[in-house]
């Protein structure tokens, strides 16, 4: 289960910082995605993924969205080079789940929260997922693989991705 926290600057500041004491953290087991836009687009960010006890909290600021709600995703393939960010194949699944919320029921392991972004396009969000791991190179280890922020809310209903839209910012995963 996720639990999602929409931050403010300050407190995703501190965040970001590595300040988050107090979860329960085993070490310093991270990871990262620097997102770039792709083409035709202006989304850029970055994502950290830490280990914090039993879970992983993903910590990401983004900026260049339209105001609202978009799909946000971990995809199979660390690799960004289509223009449309298509190389980056589809949503991680290593358990064969369908498509689905973060918050209940079967889903991909990929499937994240919502991004939220505000009237400047801007979104920051913490959230916790359940599943992966970092840099162990086991089937559910993230690094090497992608985020990719669409264009559109997920409906977390439809098959296969959740009807996001196209793919606006894609960044590859990698161990800190």
Known sequence: MQKFILLGGLCSAVLLSGCAGGMGSRGTTQAEAQLA?????KVAGSVTFKQTGEKIMVLAEINGLSPGLHG?????????SAPD??????????????????EHGEHH???LMQLVADSNGVARQASYIDGV????GGPTDIVGRSVIVHAS???????PAGNSGPRQACGVIVKK
Do not use: E, M, R, W
Not at 133 to 136: E, K, N, V, Y
């Open 72 to 80: 946000f995703h971990v995809h199979d393939k660390g690799d960004c």
């Open 85 to 102: 960010g298509t190389s980056a194949g589809g949503h991680f699944n290593p358990t064969s789940k369908p498509h689905g919320s973060p």
């Open 37 to 41: 836009p792709t083409q035709g687009n």
């Open 153 to 159: 809310p997920d409906d977390y209903k439809s098959q």
């Open 109 to 111: 392991l990929g499937d």
């Open 133 to 136: 791991t970092i840099g162990d």
